[in-house]
């Protein structure tokens, strides 16, 4: 990866990530640990050949721990395992989401819970666990990733769009609350990130030309372009920031 910008503030800060070991979520990891953070990561998938790759590269292995998100006592048991090898959580992303296709008439109870526990109750939980630790601390920065697939209006995909606008909701509510401790809580909507899953699931020529067409920069996103506002938003650089939501879309939407 390209460094771009250093965050002097970020070299032996301890991060934790949802979901750190593949997609936007492994640049995100690569990212924090290029800039000397102590990273701990959450990935349902080995991730220990990523994490040999991390520590050739950098000297800085991250820390991977197997966990499902949804089960919230496992992800509890991660954070507090992160937190006693690299000290207090200075910074939270909550990266990890799924957004399944599905269409409304075809939702069951099931899928309804499975996908809100992903793209929502995780979020929280997560949030939960690292707050008092900030607190401690004199503060912290949590970042959610949300979308602008519910700015958008998409359809296809209904409880993830519901999942991301509640995401922005909880966001604030939190930046609110703990403002106070100087916790910051900010959200990071990107676009259509061209991951490997996305590219082998949805990434249709006429897809891409279309989304396209919509785009002021006429690049498609990758991964690493989400990567500089995460480390922004997490350093002291962004200390005044909190209950935003930041967009990186290539100029799809308009926010303001």
């Known amino acids: 990866m390209k460094e771009t910008a250093t965050f002097h503030d970020l070299a032996g800060a301890s991060v934790f990530i949802t979901g750190g070991g593949s997609g936007i979520g492994a640049s995100l990891t690569e990212g924090f640990v290029e800039q000397g953070a102590k990273v701990a990561f959450v990935q349902r998938s080995d991730s220990t050949a990523f994490c040999d790759e991390m520590e050739q590269k950098y000297s800085n292995r991250p820390l991977f721990m197997p966990c499902d998100i949804t089960d919230i006592g496992a992800l509890r048991a991660c954070i507090d395992q992160a937190a006693e090898a690299h000290g207090p959580i200075r910074a939270l992303v909550n990266n990890a989401a799924n957004d399944k296709r599905h269409e409304t008439a075809a939702v069951d109870e ?11 109750k995780a979020y929280f939980f997560a949030c939960q666990a690292v707050i008092p630790g900030m607190k401690a601390a004199g503060g912290g920065s949590i970042i959610n990733f949300s979308s602008i697939s519910y700015m958008m209006g998409n359809a296809g995909y209904p409880l993830y769009t519901g999942a991301n ?92």
């Open 165 to 256: 606008s509640g995401i922005n909701g909880m966001t604030r509510s939190l930046a609110r609350e703990f403002g106070p401790d100087k916790i910051r809580v900010n959200a990071l909507a990107p676009g259509w990130v061209l991951t490997q899953k996305q590219l082998d699931k949805w990434a249709t020529p006429e897809g891409l030309a279309a989304h396209m067409e919509r785009q002021c920069l006429k690049e498609h996103l990758e991964p690493r372009d989400i990567v500089g506002a995460a480390l922004f938003m997490a350093s002291d650089a962004s200390r005044m920031m909190t209950g935003q939501a930041m967009v990186i879309d290539g100029g799809v939407v308009v926010t303001g």
């Open 110 to 120: 099931e899928f309804f819970d499975w996908m809100i526990a992903i793209n929502l």
